[in-house]
């Protein structure tokens, strides 16, 4: 049976969420012995964020729980786990779900306080130049939704979203610009959450106005796309850039840069040699952290005021499958780790253990197939998704054997495909020690 549950983040430790003897009691009615049920939570990890009581079967808050941490910008964010109850003869599984919900405890923020920005006067109208962005950790409503500007008659934003769905803003000249009425501007770049109540942070924008005679680099394309394989050396070559430049000597020498508001895991993953406009691989990338990056480089003459030109660079991380399945084998034995006690004369599909498996690659890389060799005598039975049980398909008899080693095979469905294998043994106890 499954149950959902949903709480918010940040909760006081010790709130209880839920009652299972409440929630379950259709299900303890047909027990023969409802009220000694016990309750026992199947959870990986020492101080669990949520504790189950034995007694009662209580879910409260075990530990604070922050979803920015748990679950960082991930939409859905649930703790997962399974309780059995006790005594095993009678077992019943219970899948809990707890979704927790963000609260709008963070506000958005520049990674810097000033962003200097240099336009030539001879900038023409319409001309767009990339600006910070800022990050907010929450999610949804709370997470960062738009950037304002403050007044004035010379400049304008356009909010975009990049395709990790990061949102920026792109700062747009809107009428002609002359450097001797005004060589500078402070404006004040806002950025806004939509939570209730809203939050936000801002960061200064101080142009200066250049004078220019001279013609400005310009990239063949505004933007490149670039697959990049998971398991690619550090030092691939990912784009050989050519921003040409029609100027002679230092004013059509072109070097090649990262804009300055790319972020710090840009600048740690990649690197741009500045002669040469080769972007390369600095540190090897991770599918199951980073999807897609979103890098801006420059391009900038050596000559006296010398406005850069931009490029966008999207490279796709494309997933390979380089995480084996891991398997974790839950067996009720009091003591003892990789044995499980049953009776002999327990009738079939006596509770042995729970396998729960699981893969961090996706897509077919990250689909298990889960397989037992039970010897005829035990049986995998699915549950839900990557979890299964692990049952007696017969009844077994001390006399003709009293251990049997079960194996658990997982394998994935990638090619080549990844496979993990854990042992464990059940022994056969005497029934008359039980009662005694
Ligand atoms: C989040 O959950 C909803 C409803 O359960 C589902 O429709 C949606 O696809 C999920 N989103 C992600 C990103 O997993
Ligand atoms: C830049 O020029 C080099 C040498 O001609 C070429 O190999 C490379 O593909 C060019 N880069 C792009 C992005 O077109
Ligand atoms: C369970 O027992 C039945 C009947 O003896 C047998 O046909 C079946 O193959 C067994 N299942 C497993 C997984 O060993």
Do not use: W
């Not at 500007?149 to 920026?168: H, P």
């Amino acid at each position: 049976k499954n149950l959902k549950y949903r709480i918010y983040e940040e909760q006081r430790v010790g709130s209880v969420i839920a009652r299972l003897s409440e929630d379950v009691a259709d299900v303890l009615l047909k027990l023969p012995n409802p009220s000694t049920v016990r309750f026992r939570a199947m959870q990986r990890g020492n101080s669990p964020l949520l504790v189950v009581n034995e007694d009662n079967g209580e879910i409260s808050i075990g530990a604070t729980i922050d979803r920015e941490q748990l679950c960082q910008k991930n939409l859905n964010c649930s703790i997962e786990f399974d309780v059995i109850t006790l005594p095993t003869e009678h077992l019943q599984l219970f899948h809990i779900e707890v979704e927790v919900l963000d609260i709008n405890d963070n506000s958005p923020q520049f990674s810097r306080s000033l962003i200097p920005i240099e336009i030539s006067e001879s900038a023409a109208v319409g001309t767009r130049i990339p600006l910070d962005s800022a990050f907010d950790p929450d999610v949804g409503e709370n997470s960062l939704h738009t950037y304002s500007l403050s007044a004035n008659d010379f400049f304008n934003i356009e909010v975009r979203t990049r395709t990790d769905g990061a949102k920026y803003a792109e700062l747009i000249v809107v009428r002609e610009l002359d450097r001797e009425l005004k060589s500078s501007y402070e404006l004040q770049l806002t950025a806004s959450d939509m939570g209730v109540p809203q939050r936000s942070g801002s960061s200064i924008l101080k142009i200066s106005i250049s004078d220019s005679n001279d013609n400005s680099p310009a990239f063949e394309q505004q933007s490149y796309i670039i697959q990049l394989l998971e398991n690619s050396p550090v030092g691939t070559l990912l784009l050989d850039l050519n921003a040409t430049d029609p100027d002679e000597g230092a004013n059509g020498k072109i070097v090649y840069s990262f804009s300055s508001h790319v972020s710090p895991k840009i600048m740690e993953t990649f690197k741009i040699d500045s002669e040469r406009g080769h972007l390369t691989l600095f540190k090897q990338v991770d599918y199951e952290i980073t999807k897609s990056y979103e890098i801006d480089v420059q391009a900038q003459d050596l000559g006296p005021n010398s406005i850069p030109a931009h490029c966008k660079i999207i490279i796709k991380v494309v997933d390979v499958n380089d995480n084996k399945p891991e398997i974790n084998i839950n067996l009720m034995s009091p003591g003892k780790e990789e044995i499980s006690y049953i009776f002999e004369g327990d009738p079939i599909d006596t509770f042995v253990a729970l396998v729960r498996v699981q893969d961090k690659d996706s897509g077919l890389n990250g689909e298990i197939v889960c397989k037992l060799h039970g010897h005829g005598h035990f049986k995998l039975q699915k549950t839900y998704e990557n979890n299964y049980l692990i049952l007696t398909n017969a009844t077994l008899d001390r006399e003709k054997r009293s251990e049997y080693s079960l194996t658990v095979i997982a394998e994935d469905r990638g090619t080549p495909s990844l496979s993990t294998v854990k042992h464990f043994t059940v022994q056969i106890n005497d029934h008359h020690h039980h009662h005694h």
